[in-house]
């Protein structure tokens, strides 16, 4: 991750809620890596997770991959001391690095993979480009995104204009998937293929991750702004009621739509990879 620019945090919660993340979007991950793998003539020599975070998708790349090594990369120290406590060893590691910079420490790879992280970067579609310089030729860039959220419940509904605008503050896109099915191919490189995939979630567990989420960019003066503190008191409020083992959000789920593009290296870029470009 690029240094100050996760929306949700580091902290201890942060990386409670992506423990959960990465139990809710285990199965469309999943299946998504074993594309990425299949994608390429063998295993790859070397795989890269980007803004990796406690290293649980860099767990499910070297599951998945069969890679000889992999290497998780993201900017905060904390989260990734917790990585390397939990995935350490077994040709697994980790680097510190601004994802957003390249060179990536690590060199060029055969595999390079991203899950909901361009939705927290400014201009997705320059970034992956930018990338691309650091996938070898032949290897594939995977990239995993939100492309909507459709939610049938208002207390969601309401979480979601929020957190739009929030990140919409930073100059980031929450809905990065639509960039990414719209870009033409690059320098030395070209979309492979590009997926919409449907993924359920139950409201409860849908309303548990905002809520989690919601504690930590509350007082973002970004929202604070356009919100009372009552407002903001009663949307935690009703998030909690939703997200309660007891809690009854109606029978239709929160659909997500995730667009899954794997990106091909074709050759040799022009772009310069000696710089930081950003």
Not at 114 to 130: G, K, M, Y
Not at 199 to 206: M, N, S
Request: glycine residues 8%.
């Amino acid at each position: 991750m690029q240094r100050g620019s996760y929306t949700f945090g580091d902290s201890d919660l942060a990386a409670e809620r992506l423990a959960l993340v990465a139990e809710v979007f285990d199965a469309p991950s999943r299946r998504f890596l074993g594309e990425a793998g299949a994608a390429l003539t063998e295993s790859p020599s070397l795989a890269v997770d980007l803004g990796c975070g406690p290293g649980r998708t860099t767990r499910l790349v070297a599951e998945l991959t069969g890679a000889a090594r992999t290497v998780g990369i993201d900017a905060s120290a904390s989260f990734l001391a917790e990585a390397t406590r939990l995935s350490g060893g077994d040709g697994i590691e980790f680097v510190e690095h601004d994802v957003t910079s390249v060179p990536f420490p690590v060199g060029p790879a055969d595999l390079v993979y991203c899950r909901l992280l361009l939705a927290h970067l400014p201009e997705p579609a320059a970034i992956v480009d930018r990338w691309m310089t650091q996938v070898r030729p032949g290897g594939v860039l995977a990239v995993d995104e939100v492309e909507f959220i459709d939610t049938p419940h208002p207390v969601l509904a309401r979480y979601e204009e929020l957190v739009v605008a929030l990140v919409a503050s930073r100059g980031a896109l929450m809905y990065a998937g639509p960039v990414i099915d719209a870009m033409p191919d690059g320098d030395g490189w070209q979309r492979e293929a590009t997926t919409l995939i449907e993924h359920l979630v139950p409201v409860a567990l849908a309303a548990r991750m905002y809520g989690m989420n919601f504690r930590t960019w509350r007082d973002d003066p970004a929202i604070t702004a356009n919100c009372s503190q009552e407002d903001l008191d009663q949307l935690a409020a009703d998030l909690a009621e939703l997200a309660a083992p007891e809690a009854h959000g109606g029978d239709t789920p929160v659909r997500w739509g995730l667009r899954q593009a794997l990106i091909r290296r074709t050759g040799q870029t022009t772009q310069s990879a000696k710089g930081d470009n950003r």
